[in-house]
């Protein structure tokens, strides 16, 4: 592939669109991308027992189950809940590459969101969509599907995504997103907080 050195992206690898795609899609969630080289991803199930190691996925499956939006905290709960969770980026990435692309979608011009087309046709087709963090949003507006660069001053609020008004759901005109930080990056009482948040934007 031409973004990164690997034969395939996890995506393809876990076959999440015939496997983990639900019967009906209602909400789609975007991250910024599936972690350091070698890294597990969001869809891989065969981690073993104990501790969810991937922070993402199990704050995700535990905070929306803890708000009752999953049966239970797992994959299987999330998909035939109508979840689907995608990257923005999704190429495996050194975590120093990814802080070079977080830093420049401060001011929306992430060369690697700019050219996330893979998420153009998921966003048309889900209801709702959680975007997560700076990477993903420069994505996501980078497509011209209704999140516009300026909705919430960006230029100048860009660096705030981790503090106050967000989570943030997009003016009524485009009702369709909402924006947060990323749940690796938070605390258990904020997963809960946010997905509580999330509950009521769904």
């Not at 994959?75 to 692309?101: M, N, T, W, Y």
Request: some cysteine; proline content about 7%.
């Amino acid at each position: 592939m031409q973004c990164c050195s690997d034969p395939e992206h996890a995506w393809d690898l876990y076959r999440v669109k015939s496997a983990w795609f639900p019967g009906q899609l209602r909400c789609l969630i975007i991250g910024e991308n599936p972690g350091d080289t070698g890294a597990t991803y969001f869809y891989d199930h065969s981690s073993g027992s104990g501790r969810d190691r991937v922070t993402v996925r199990r704050n995700l499956l535990n905070g929306l189950h803890q708000v009752r939006l999953l049966s239970a905290p797992t994959l299987g709960a999330f998909r035939a809940a109508g979840f689907l969770f995608d990257h923005a980026i999704r190429c495996h990435l050194p975590s120093a590459q990814v802080s070079k692309e977080r830093n420049r979608a401060d001011h929306y011009d992430s060369p690697r969101a700019k050219s996330a087309t893979h998420l153009a046709s998921l966003v048309q087709q889900a209801p709702k969509v959680w975007v997560m963090e700076r990477i993903a949003r420069n994505a996501v507006a980078a497509l011209n599907c209704g999140l516009p660069e300026d909705w919430d001053a960006a230029k100048r609020q860009a660096k705030q995504i981790t503090h106050p008004p967000y989570p943030r759901q997009v003016p009524q005109e485009h009702p369709k997103f909402v924006v947060s930080r990323y749940l690796p990056h938070i605390s258990l009482a904020e997963v809960e907080s946010l997905c509580q948040k999330f509950r009521a934007f769904l």
